[in-house]
């Protein structure tokens, strides 16, 4: 079988092309949001928020509205809770998170095994790409152009915001306000993702891009590049890797993505650990500035 | 002379420790007044306080006769973290940086007009690090890389600036350009509050001194400040010897 078989022969079915779309879709919104998440070290609060929406699209799918509405309901209630246990007991924030996300979690599972129908729901845990309807694509399109708006337009307040809020907030740009924003981004974008690698893998999806882009580059601009494209690329092998392997579509892009990011840590030009170490003795004298080495 | 900040009785706990007590302290325009005191006493806490990061339990802030709120507004307040502060591994360059000081007066997206390019060439230029503006800031020294925030500071306009302990792993040579530039400011008619423990640059650098141990142990000259009896109570022990010898 040629390569071009190989490349053309799942695009005869409407549920490979329906599954590509919506994979490379939710790549590329969570991949560019991952970039703030690496940077800020929010990668275990993007675990919770991530966890944390199921129980909130579950009621959103029993009393008929939109899953993002509840999604961002059940994010925000997280967010809150973790924020409330840190503040007001002697439990630390990594703890609260680890209570509160798995809890809601939990929260969710019994939810949907009271639910009659499960069937939807459960794609939702483990993700479905394969049995996405028109009507799915339609919404996960229809959120990740809002996210994806959002962080385009904003990206340099919240890029502020990432590397000094306390500046934002002395020159009154509220550091809150902006945090609240990547959280509900980071709700919404659960959503999305979620329907493609399921509520467990979203996560991978949310930082692995950025960690990447991170080792590659010393430009936030082009980490915003990379990571999109390195994650459409993933998602785009993994679903043909699940196509022909006939394995789980969801597991398979974030092995992708996260064998990808083990070479770029490996080999990586810039700050891999093999190439670190060969560029080594050369990096020293290139970093110091002839200021300093005069001085 | 109207003072550029005004604290009256301030009071701030955090949770049991209090931290600032009954502070009361007006700091006047075109001086450098240098903020010292060991770690707990509450400098970072009053900078805070000033921008309105925290509120006080008691008293009141005034930055220009205005509330901090307002006066963070106007793009009044420029601050220069201390180095912990800043993840110098962050992908940004030294115009990002001090381009951040633009971001108070440009539109919703923060996308920067030529006046604005033009403000922060000149910022660079005048902390001396014009040639390196595409540098990311990891890839600077210490010293070069407070005269980034500097800069964003200088870019902002800003009419007050707190300095977080500045000198703070910084080289003799950055210290002394750092000194120049705030004189400078100063004489721009700026107001320069810096808080520091770095005794030995305080006469060249500052006009009056402030010694803080949660409250205002002293308040004048910068000799009245470093004399052997105002330091003791405010640092416990006499650290003015192992400063000289270092």
Redesign the interface.
Known sequence: MSILELVLEPLRYGFMVRALATTVTAAVVCALLSCWLV?IGWSLMGDAVSHAVLPGVVIAYIVGVPFAVGALVSGALAVALIGAIRDASRVKEDAAIGIVFTTLFALGLVLISVTPSQTDLNHIVFGNVLGVSAADVVQIVVLAAVALAALV??R??L??Y???P????????DPKRLGALLLGLLALTSVVASQVVGVILVVAMLIVPGATA?LL????G??LLIAPAMSALCAVVGIYLSYWLDASSGGLVVVVQGAVFGLVFLLGPRHGVAGRRLTRPRRRPA???P??AA? | MKPAIEVAGLSVHYGEVRALDDVSLRVSPGRVTGLIGMNGSGKSTLFKSI???IRPDRGSVLVAGATP?AA????L???V?QSE???RA????VR??AM??R??RLG????ARPQDRAAVARALDRVGLAE?ADR?I????GG?AKRVFLA?GIA?DARILLLDEPFAGV???SEATIVRLLRELAAEGRTVLVSTHDLHALPRLADEAVVLLRRVVFHGTVSGALRPETLAPAFGVDVLAPERAA
């Open positions: 940077l337009v904003k340099r307040d890029t502020l990432a590397f000094d306390t500046h934002a907030h002395a020159i009154g740009i991170y580059t010393d430009r936030f082009r980490m970093g110091t500035s200021e300093e001085a | 921008m309105g990061v709120a963070r507004r106007r793009g307040v420029g601050y973290p502060d800043v993840d962050f992908p940004v360059s990002d940086v951040m000081g971001y108070g919703f997206t923060r996308r390196y990311q990891g890839q600077l020294s070069q964003r902002q080289d003799k040579r």
